[in-house]
Every structure is written in C-alpha cells, then in structure tokens.
C-alpha cells in the first residue's frame, strides 16, 4: 500500500528526491513518516508530516537540509534532500498510521510501511 522510489547513489552535497505514493486504505491527510536504517543501527525517524495542514517535524541531523512535503491529489509523499551526507546513507522507508493521525517519532506506532528505498552519498 506503500510504494517509495528515488533512492540512488550520489556524491556528499548532491540532491535527490524520494517518493511515496499510497494506495489501498491509506490515505492522506494521515500521518505520514520517512524512516531510515543505517547497516548495524536501529532505524530512526527522519520526518514526519500530518493533517491537513502538513505540519511537519524533522530530525536534528537533517533539519535544513531535508523537506517533507506531500501532494494530497496524488496521495503522495516526498522527501526532498539536500546538501547529502555520507551519513545519511541508508536504507530509507515511508510508513504511514492509518488508524490514528497523531504525530509519533516510534516505529511501533506505524502499522503500514513501504519496501524501502537505498540512498548511498559517497564522500
């Protein structure tokens, strides 16, 4: 019901712009969230976005550099990076709660998750 795309390999200061559209049962303006995974670390939230008013909520690693931001005719969200990092190589995944809209930071609280997408910034 998740689909992510846009990963890629990049250098340190490039851009790129993940996607996820929803489909299904999952709809927005539900709260939607990029999760990423480092090999050998837990996954961490990078951004999430909720309401109708796409209040949104960053990670200090990525605040300035990444948006969240999402197309409610499209039932999409992106993630626009910028200024990339070697750290921030990982694998990233869009995940949404369908059943309940407020915001979370918790990977337990997400019950719908896409198949991941790799972002690698070389230095």
């Known amino acids: 019901q998740l689909q992510a795309s846009g990963g890629g390999l990049v250098q340190a200061g490039d851009s790129l712009r993940l996607s996820c559209a929803a489909s299904?049962?999952?709809?927005?303006?539900?709260?939607m969230a990029w999760f990423r995974q480092a090999p050998g670390k837990e996954r961490e939230c990078v951004a999430t976005?909720?309401?109708?008013?796409?209040?949104?909520y960053y990670t200090d690693s990525v605040k300035g550099r990444f948006t969240i931001s999402k197309d409610n005719a499209k039932n999409t969200v992106y993630l626009q990076m910028n200024s990339l990092k070697p750290e921030d190589t990982a694998v990233y995944y869009c995940?949404?709660?369908?059943?309940?809209?407020?915001?979370?930071?918790?990977?337990?609280?997400?019950?719908?998750w896409g198949q991941g997408t790799q972002v690698t910034v070389s230095s």
């Open positions: 299904g049962r999952v709809s927005l303006p539900t709260t």
């Open positions: 995940a949404a709660r369908r059943y309940d809209s407020s915001w979370s930071a918790y990977v337990r609280d997400y019950d719908v």
């Open positions: 976005i909720r309401g109708t008013a796409g209040i949104s």
